[in-house]
């Protein structure tokens, strides 16, 4: 008989691509690791690394087991989620994972009236800048502003992210030909208000970079000089005043995401409920 969890430190160890990646992605040293594929390749009686100074390559036999190992690990969450949906949840952890801005400012300030009304439920929230990988059970719920793709997700559009270019009343009484910005680092060029930001420059400069919104929103507080911010950060703040571009903002929807499969415990349908309601407060599909 294989021993399962042989089979997961190698499914790890061949996504990680190295021996101390998969060890921290599990949460136990490297020479465990080693171990735990070592007895795979013993069992099954075929070499399944090849193991060089710094990184594991897998060999051709490997590569097909950690092909299969994967989908192995799909169909075992798979079975935790259904025993979720089955689960009598009066009493139950819901995770969620939600971009920073989103979590910080429109979930948890809200978590308090989640708690007076479902006392045994417990929330975990995460402010990830990166998608939480549901099918790994890094979460049971996933709020995004890209639409998922993953056909065996349940979807819901829950509200439209708006923006605006804001800044201190000080920045704003300068003549716009003399504004500066602050914007996002390079790495996140792609997203549609840096781009939208980019086209306000007109030869004007980008004075700091920040890869989160809340250091943008700080600088744009001491002012340093104007930053494209969601409505529901930039007018709540009132060191802020919002700017006239004469160039529409972008918007980005908002999503919820799971299985169908948790859908059925009441702790999920409950969180899931309470974050369309929370995040359409703060960001309304409707016209603002």
Do not use: N
């Not at 020479?31 to 090849?50: D, S």
């Not at 004469?246 to 918007?251: A, E, F, I, V």
């Amino acid at each position: 008989m294989l021993d399962w969890q042989d089979i997961h430190y190698f499914a790890v160890l061949a996504q990680a691509g190295s021996l101390s990646a998969a060890a921290r992605a599990l949460g136990v040293d490297h020479v465990t690791v080693g171990r735990r594929v070592a007895a795979l390749e013993q069992a099954l009686a075929l070499p399944l690394v090849e193991r060089l100074p710094r990184r594991t390559t897998l060999t051709r036999e490997g590569a097909a087991v950690a092909a299969l190992a994967d989908e192995m690990a799909g169909t075992v969450q798979a079975i935790a989620r259904r025993a979720r949906g089955y689960a009598d949840a009066a009493k139950a952890t819901v995770r969620i994972s939600a971009p920073p801005a989103v979590a910080a400012r429109l979930i948890a300030p809200q978590v308090a009236r989640f708690r007076q009304a479902h006392p045994g439920i417990t929330l975990v929230l995460s402010g990830l800048s990166r998608m939480a990988a549901l099918d790994r059970g890094e979460a049971e719920i996933a709020v995004r502003l890209t639409r998922p793709e993953d056909p065996d997700l349940v979807i819901r559009r829950i509200g439209v992210m708006r923006f605006a270019l804001y800044a201190t009343p000080e920045q704003a009484a300068r003549p716009p030909e003399d504004w500066t910005f602050i914007g996002y680092d390079a790495a996140l060029d792609h997203v549609v208000q840096q781009a939208w930001l980019r086209s306000l420059l007109d030869g004007r400069p980008i004075v700091f970079q920040a890869s989160d919104l809340f250091g943008q929103q700080e600088a744009a507080r001491a002012g340093l000089g104007a930053a494209v911010l969601p409505c529901f950060m930039g007018d709540g703040d009132p060191a802020l005043v919002r700017l006239a571009t004469g160039l529409t903002p972008p918007t980005r929807a908002i999503w919820l995401a799971t299985y169908p499969d948790l859908k059925r415990a009441p702790g999920i349908r409950a969180a899931l409920a309470f974050l369309a309601a929370a995040i359409g407060q703060g960001c309304p599909s409707g016209p603002s």
